[in-house]
């Protein structure tokens, strides 16, 4: 009973970045169509390209791979050519000696996308992925012409205050119980030196207890941002429209002719949760919509309905 417990409370708390789908989303994945290792700042992360088109660099939860996103790496792949990139001690990206941080991971990303000959890309990340997407946008401010961030808080106190006392528990002393979990078979399967996962358990509940907030750095992202969230998501519903205000977006009415619309978003997705959105096929077409901004530019060009219909309601030519 005790083991279990552990085991309850190890994947609640871990999931602040995973999605406990993942596993079997996995199968389904099509293959990349090119992989491997580029080396930054020491550590040799791995990667993986599918798809063809302009460039999405796409950002996993904790303890997980590209291939949670299942489905939704699919319909990606089939828009977009997707980069999808192992976090550092994640997947087939090697545990160092280093700790786990979205600061540290966003400034190698960029010499990743560099060595990859990318110059300027797309970026969608869930929760800890988020959180490594947040940082490279605010240090490669050029770099980065979109961002999505899924499930991600700007600030430590963003989750709900039961999970910041599962997350502070944490550690490698739960890698036993969690041996039957998608997260432990997903992370030996492909890990380079399996072994770890206590170590990353020990690293993850390191990084979970350390306070943060970005909320100024929230408010220096000048490209166009969505926030995205489940409505039974782990993050607290305040927060988000926190971090909407942050960007500038939801502080005032948006105008008749949407003089005042923000050019970021805010999507709370229904009847999805932290741990069910990273997979969610309604995830994709948000997404996609974003990225593509054709709804808007059709919107905002449209001209003023007063040129458009008579008095009677028919359409002027």
Known sequence: MLRLRIA??????????????????QQAVIRPDTSG????????????????????LLLHGGLYTTEMFGPVLDTLAKHRRVIGIHLYGHGRTALGTRKI??????RDLGVVLEKLGVRHVDVMGHSLGGSVAFQLAVQ?????????????????NGWFPEML????????????????????????????RPQDFPRLLDAMGEFMRQPYDWSDEAKQLAMPVMLVYGDGDMVRPEHMVSFYHLLGGGLRDAGWAREHM???????????????????PLLATTALDFLNAKRAAAIQNRPPRHLRYGAHGAAHQ
């Not at 309850?8 to 989303?25: D, G």
């Not at 040799?44 to 390209?49: A, L, P």
């Not at 997350?167 to 030996?188: E, F, H, I, R």
């Open 37 to 56: 290792y580029v080396a930054a700042n020491g550590v040799n992360y791995w990667f993986e390209i599918r798809g063809s088109g302009e460039p999405l």
């Open 140 to 156: 490669y401010p050029t770099l980065v012409r979109r961002l999505i961030l899924v499930s991600t808080p700007y600030a430590q």
């Open 101 to 106: 941080s979205p600061v540290d991971m966003g």
């Open 165 to 192: 006392a599962q997350q502070a528990a944490v550690s490698g002393a739960m890698a036993d119980a969690l041996k039957d979990t998608p997260m432990y078979k997903s992370y030996v399967a492909v890990a380079p």
């Open 262 to 280: 923000s050019k970021n978003r805010l999507a709370i997705l229904p009847n999805l949760t932290h741990y069910e959105i990273g997979a969610a």
């Open 8 to 25: 309850l409370i190890a994947s609640s708390a871990l999931a602040i970045c995973a999605a406990p789908a993942a596993a079997e989303a």
